[in-house]
């Protein structure tokens, strides 16, 4: 209770075999895929980001989250823009619609800053998870994982 999982999707209890196995497999059928854009697009949303001073949420909340999803939406028909980050593609300045809203710049700011610290913590954490996923974990993830470390690394100089 009250601990970080890596497990996507919360499917490994319900995995009955191997997950490195599971991880492999579908790491096949990507491969297989005939056109790379038709694959899923994968975005991470944190909707509960504090301020470090207050503590209070940066984002106005619930009913103010669909204009993430419309951003989302846009990103993948190529029509809001992108920056390229250690992490992933940010939204850029202006894919996001705030209009009406009462957030103001340093919140946007702060809500697609990167603390590389917490990223380095979080590879470290991702090494843990695939550990205890044996032996037969695919070397793809492995090569990922220290890929995301090398560009934070990069980032950080």
Known sequence: ??????????????IGYNVGDYFAHWLRIGAQAPQQTALPRIFLVNWFRRDADSGRYLWPGFGDNIRVLDCIAKRCANEAEGVDTPIGILPGRGALNTAGLDISDEDMDALFSIDQNQWFEEVERQRDALRTCGDQVPDALWIENRRLYMRLAAEQQ
């Not at 209770?1 to 319900?14: S, Y």
């Open 1 to 14: 209770m009250g601990k970080l999982r890596h497990d996507p999707m919360a499917m490994r209890p319900f």
